[in-house]
């Protein structure tokens, strides 16, 4: 459950209070910033019924859109509005429904598994072989100056703070955490699929495929 929650917010750049203010805002339950914070952080060791039940009310807001929204909450709720245009991603199910109470539940109890496309865990250790490894799939062996234009209009990512780091991870200027990439995971795959041009192969492939060039440059620089 933590990392469900946790990739959530990487993916949309999140902090821990937008989902309460969401929440609030629409009347969709009570949940406080501090359990949104325990539960990423898997400190929340018996949420009630109703963290859920808010959880859930907010994932099928954003699943639908937030367009009937907008009006109501550009008069009352302005920032919140700014957040959710940026990235309002909701979590989906494997048949792309959004995550209901019982399912979130499940999850957090380990009694049903994440959907396959959070189910991927990058150790601390290889995160920094795997920023290499994109930086070395994404530029084709350029230089940075090069092929920028064409890389960064490939990541259709809208958030300034992502774009600004997946450059410098390009740029070979810093890499990526475990954390950084769980979250990103996902836009970094429609990237690879963008510039190469290739058919789906499915996120897991993508970053096997990753770990293996990781490995790959690892050899060459040891030698």
């Known amino acids: 459950m933590a990392h469900l929650i946790h990739v959530w917010h990487e993916r949309n750049s999140w902090s821990h209070k937008v989902l ?9 339950g009570r949940v406080h910033s501090s359990q949104i914070s325990n539960l990423r952080n898997g400190k929340l060791a018996s949420p009630g019924p109703e963290v859920f039940l808010a959880l859930a009310q907010a994932n ?6 937030i367009e009937p929204l907008r009006a109501c909450l550009k008069e009352a709720h302005p920032e919140l509005l700014r957040v959710l245009d940026e990235s309002a991603i909701s979590l989906q199910t494997e048949d792309g429904k959004p995550i209901g109470a019982g399912l979130f539940f499940e999850i957090f109890l380990g009694l ?4 396959s496309c959070f189910d991927w865990f990058i150790e601390d250790d290889e995160a920094i072989g795997l920023s290499a490894a994109l930086a070395d799939c994404f530029c084709n062996k350029k230089p940075w100056r090069q092929c ?8 259709q990512v809208n958030k300034s703070l992502r774009r600004e780091r997946f450059a410098e991870v ?4 810093r890499d990526y955490s ?5 979250g990103e995971l996902l836009d970094l795959y429609s990237t690879y699929r963008t510039l190469h041009g290739v058919e789906r192969i499915g996120t897991d492939l993508f970053l096997e495929m990753l770990r293996n060039r990781a490995a790959i440059l690892q050899k060459q620089t040891s030698h």
Do not use: H, N, T
């Open 20 to 28: 309460p203010a969401l929440v609030e805002c629409l009347d969709l």
């Open 60 to 65: 099928s807001v954003l699943y639908q859109g």
């Open 112 to 115: 049903a598994p994440l959907p």
């Open 148 to 155: 920028r234009d064409q890389v960064m209009a490939a990541y």
């Open 170 to 173: 390009m740029a070979g200027v």
């Open 178 to 182: 475990s954390e950084e990439l769980d």
